[in-house]
């Protein structure tokens, strides 16, 4: 690699260093390979030239900056600059970029965010097209899985008719194939569960395809509880409702929040570890219906409590039906409801669900 | 042209109907084919040709008479729905039908436009007693009728006849209590639905001579005719609830229903006073069948699995006999 100051004709590299602004030279590993007197001083003294301009976990967010070809502001430590890339002419063909650097007394922490957000919600928006678009491919191929082994299922069936009733081979031959009959219908569910997730995502990103209707909450437990007692994973939970005398009635779309509780009951059910207690509440503050899940585990950490709700944000390995909270919070929202969480006094978390309340059926019918 | 064989002077010659399968992915194709070919029951034979491009598909419409047309939406050179159109100025009154593995929202502008009634959706799992019956209703639509088609070895079977707008809420309370015993969670979505069929269907039941409404929803009706009551048909079998709502006006259209279901999905409806029952009735429904014999009857037939049907990916079934 050419050092840049030989790449400078030679008027160009002494403005460069008496220039009244800072000017560095970074190559796309983040190396320092030359600045002016002025940046240097910007930079201060733990950085030098020929070793690495940023801490490492904060290069690359700079060198997208960088490389979107436009300025930016950018915080090193307290103070604020504006980078400026120059393009064109000295750094074509090299591997290295030349960047303005002007202290900007104008910037504010709150702005930088800002930038960096819009940054990171392309990102993720071409994530989530990414994702909308491999959700709908995968489709035909699930579909086709399916209907291969519902075939091979029913040529068993058949075969199994076949098998003559007194031979001292057939009792063996129909195990055999209810044996495989039974591997054959676990890849039709496991099929079917992958199908089933692939509408998920394609249902988060639909715009709003939400039928909101009346529903009472008490029935909606009724039919969580029914699905938790099915799953023997809950049975050493302890379970308190605490409901109103007369349900209230929702304004809701009944499966989608029957989903949310459920996955914030095997949230809850992880933070206990399978063995704690949940408190399921019914409250009526107008014009909403408060639904509160509490546990009494350790808690939501405090680091990540203000970010719970963001997309993508992962603190273990997904598992279960649901896309997360964050689209949990968007369904709520949609609902013209509102989703919060706060960490108990003492140890456990309380999630808050927000819904409209709606006139009991007969009198809208 | 989409004529079969002469008729079979021996009656015990079954009638073959030839079946158009069209999509590029082979699995598909391979498994329907044998499907029909193996496991399909009825009373006709079943020849099955297969194209996976359109151009193909066209190609053997040029040369071939075929009574049935089912083609995938997404193919490597057309779609689907152009497929159909060509489909049908080359061999007019071929019975059409979509399949596919997105869902029918995306699709319900170009159904209208097109004027395709029957759309099937790939699932995982795939239903083929469905596919067998969407087959079924397609070559003959005049046999669509009848709740008794869509159940298996029913287990209860009851009717209730309707004579004036009294009966209305009469109905639908015992449809309701139906759905009670049955602990189906889904009750107040099935009750809307329920009152919306059956209100249509009495107030489409009675005409005037010139075929228009006699009463306005609403409107307080004495007494139907015996032409005019309203049959509700409810039963159930192992998997499922079943419902037939049954006018004798005939008045409702295959492109009536489009256009409603379109308006709908696509908002246009967002300041309309009415016209929402039909989308309601396919969206909270696990399944719709509506069969049409012009002014004859008119036939909503839902279907509320008991368990385990994904309420996303809904097909569309509309049979219209002449």
Known sequence: ?365 | MNSMLAEPMDSKIAKTYRLLMVDDDSTIRDNLKEYLLNYHQADYQLEVEEASTADAAIELLKEHPYDLIITDINLPDQDGFYILQEAAHIQPGIKRALITAYDLDSYIEMAKTEKVYNIIVKTAPFNFPEFSAVVDNLLLPEQAFGLEKYLDNPSLFKQIEIHSSHGIMAAQAELQQFFESHQVPEIDALAVVMVEAITNAVYHSAKLPDGSLRYEKGEVIEALTSEETVSITYGRDDEKLGVSICDKGGTMTADEILFWLERNISGKSLMDTHGRGIYLIHRLTDRVIINLAKNKRTEFILLHYLEGTPHENKPLYINETA
């Open chain 1, 1 to 365: 690699m050419t050092k840049p100051e030989s790449s400078f004709p030679g008027f160009i590299g002494n403005l460069l260093a008496s220039a009244p602004l800072g000017a560095v030279v970074i190559d796309l590993n983040g190396l320092l390979i030359w600045a002016n007197a002025l940046a240097m001083t910007f930079l201060g003294d733990s950085i030098e030239i020929g070793g690495i301009m940023l801490a490492s976990k904060d290069w690359p967010h700079f060198r997208d900056l960088v490389l979107a070809q436009k300025p930016f502001y950018y915080l090193l430590g307290e103070q604020g600059f504006m980078f400026s890339p120059m393009t064109s002419e000295l750094s074509q063909d090299q591997d290295w970029l030349l960047l303005w650097m002007i202290p900007s007394a104008a910037m504010t922490i709150d702005f930088v965010e800002m930038q960096t957000d819009l940054i990171r919600h392309r990102k993720l928006a071409n994530l989530g097209q990414m994702m909308t678009e491999m959700a709908h491919e995968m489709n035909n191929p699930l579909a086709s899985i399916s209907m291969d082994c519902q075939l091979a299922g029913m040529s068993l069936k058949k075969l199994k008719k076949q098998i003559p009733d007194e031979h001292s081979a057939s009792e063996p031959l129909r195990e055999t194939v209810d044996k495989v009959d039974k591997e054959i219908h676990k890849i039709i569910q496991s099929t079917a569960k992958a199908a089933h997730l692939c509408q998920e995502i394609l249902a988060y990103s639909k715009p709003n395809q939400m039928i909101l209707r009346p529903y009472q909450v008490n029935r909606m437990v009724k039919q969580i509880l029914n699905q938790l007692k099915q799953q023997s994973i809950f049975h050493q939970m302890t379970l308190c409702l605490e409901p109103l005398k007369t349900s209230s009635m929702i304004l809701c779309d009944p499966l989608k929040i029957e989903q949310i509780l459920y996955n914030l009951l095997k949230n809850a059910h992880e933070a206990t570890q399978g063995k704690g207690t949940v408190w399921i509440r019914e409250q009526v503050e107008p014009p909403f219906v408060l639904l509160e899940v509490e546990d009494n585990g350790p808690g939501i950490p405090a680091e990540i409590l203000d970010k719970i709700f963001s997309p993508f944000l992962t603190t273990k390995p997904r598992t279960g039906n649901g896309l997360g909270l964050s689209i949990s919070q968007q369904i709520i929202r949609e609902h013209g409801g509102s989703f919060s969480v706060y960490n108990k006094p003492d140890s456990g978390a309380c999630f808050q669900i927000r819904l409209p309340q709606a006139a009991p059926l007969k009198d809208s019918l």
